[in-house]
């Protein structure tokens, strides 16, 4: 419909239309001239998608910048585990109208899972999109009153701009959410722009980051378990350890040692930690139930990780969800944990204690390792690091090295067990020694949850595990 003369916005008016957090009122903000305005809320991608590529069509015809925001609720999954769905459900519609109030009704605002996306067409540059991220953080760090609690909330917000004609909805919204992953590595409650990123962004790392969080999100990750054994008598199973693999559909198999870093350095690893949690109590609970292994079964942790705010509730969601015993999760951090945060890691430790599971350090003795720190920290093993295993029996330094960490374990009534065995000759030395546990090839490679099922399926499955190394 043509706009009269009348209706054309002098430039106070328009520098008010301009700025998505106006305070005009609801009435004024429906009679500025754009597209139909967006529902309150978008519940699924396909939805979002949909209306972000009509965002981005009006966009390119009237020459404004599309800027999409993901606002990812970092302690939104603490809140549920503690306060319960009822508090947390009644806390996103709260959220939903505050953010909705510093919006105009021509503004996309759609939630999924724990984010919100936000999308506005904006005058070109980037003061406006940095401005309104600003301000919805501002809007979110206000407490939430809920009947008798008062809630605060910590957010990490993204943002992702449409520069150019080739620029897609579903590129727009993949870099958004990796901002918002960006700024939650940097501790959270924190704004990262994606235009703010270094050029390699465009590089094949960044890239493949976009696509290890896709794989997270579908589920498309694997897990491979290697057995521990006992170094005595018949060298049963004494417990599992999860391992992460990657098989990438450009780039095939992957290994830990590459997609790890990537994941730690685009902030994925506490989505990461999630998943494996859950995956390896799912796994376990089928071992047990199947009445073929009743063992702990081990996932590796980084320092971030173990050290965020709503890890504990994510290993009590992977615990509920699964209905695997708290025995049998063990988690192995680094102590790098300690060096960040000696106390918040001793805690961590204590809660996981109380929940039953088992702690361990792992590669012990190749950092900053010391009799003070196992004292501080209440773990309940400590895993010989392998590079201290490779040289036995023939290596003087190395024994003198082994006998120590395991005289001081045995002093402290802590577990021991040695990583990296592939020879006959280390097991008897370790046995020697006093060790009791141990975990390599010469035992099992790490097979995936199926075949490890068929392997343990066999009678008298021990025989065919161990001196596979010596085949």
Known sequence: MPTSPKAVPGPAEQQAADRPWSATSGEERRRKPGFPAMPVDCVDSDQLLCNLRRMLEHCRRHQRQLTVLCIGLDDLRQITDEHGRD????????????????????????????????????????????????????????????????????????????????????????????????ARAKGGQALHADHDAPPERQEPGYRMAARLRRAIEDGQLEVHYQLQFELAGSHRPSGLEALLRWRDGEAGLIPPERFLPLAADHGLMPALSRWLAQRACRDNRALIDAGLLDVPVAINVCADTFLHDDFLASIRQALAESGLPGERLEVEIVESAALYDLEKAARHIRELKRLRVKVSMDDFGSGYSSPALLKRLPVDRIKIDRSFIAPLPESPVDQAIVRGILNIAASTGIQVVAEGIERFAQVEYLRRQGCRFGQGFWYASPLPHAELLARLAQPAFTTTFGAEADR
């Not at 709260?94 to 105009?104: C, P």
């Not at 701009?161 to 909805?169: E, F, K, P, R, V």
């Open 87 to 182: 508090i947390a459900g009644r806390l996103r519609q709260r959220i939903t109208k505050r953010l909705r109030g510093n919006l105009r009704a021509t503004d996309l605002l759609a939630r999924l899972d724990d984010c919100f996306v936000v999308a506005s067409a904006l005058p070109e540059g980037r003061a406006l999109p940095h401005l309104l991220g600003e301000r919805l953080l501002e809007q979110l760090g206000r407490p939430f009153e809920l009947t008798e609690r008062c809630m605060a909330l910590k957010a990490s917000l993204g943002i992702a701009l449409h520069t150019d004609a080739d620029t897609s909805a579903e590129r727009l919204l993949e870099d958004a959410i990796q901002a918002m992953y960006q």
